[in-house]
């Protein structure tokens, strides 16, 4: 099982170390919210280091079924889209934004777009993404 220690230093009034606090974690725990992220629109989320690597993903499944530690893998190896490595780039640069990417749906008729979301964690510097396909076509929209 993997597991994440957080760990954070406890200081006096005046800025002196008197000692660190910790607890270890497992990352199925913290990336529960992610991998078990589902909705009917062709969205999925997914969590990077502050170096780009994977820490949660569809592509990966849940945590909770791997058998094998993680291994540092690069986001660029599972989102393969055309120009994502810009996205990368903001991804890990820019505290929080929104980014798209545009390409032929699979049959050519249409223009998909590929949205991004996403914003830092402060306490930990990972960041949380969010990804929604927009392939042209009508959506409902909610009312009160």
């Known amino acids: 099982e993997t597991v994440v220690s957080l760990t954070r230093s406890v200081h006096t009034d005046e800025g002196k170390i008197v000692g660190v606090i910790g607890i270890d974690v497992p990352l199925a725990n913290l990336l529960e919210d992610i991998t078990h992220f589902n909705s009917p629109a062709q969205s999925y989320a997914f969590a990077i280091d502050s170096r780009g690597n994977v ?34 780039d903001d991804l890990i640069n820019l505290s929080s934004g929104h980014r798209y990417l545009t390409e032929n749906s699979e049959d050519g008729s249409r223009k998909d777009e590929l949205h991004y979301w996403w914003c830092h964690s402060l306490s930990c510097g990972w960041v949380f993404v969010v990804a929604w396909l927009d392939s042209g076509l009508p959506h409902k929209r909610l009312s009160r």
């Open 55 to 88: 820490l949660g993903h569809p592509k990966l499944g849940r945590p909770e079924t791997w058998t094998l530690p993680l291994i540092p893998t690069d986001i660029t190896l599972l989102e393969q889209v055309p120009g994502f490595s810009s996205v990368r």
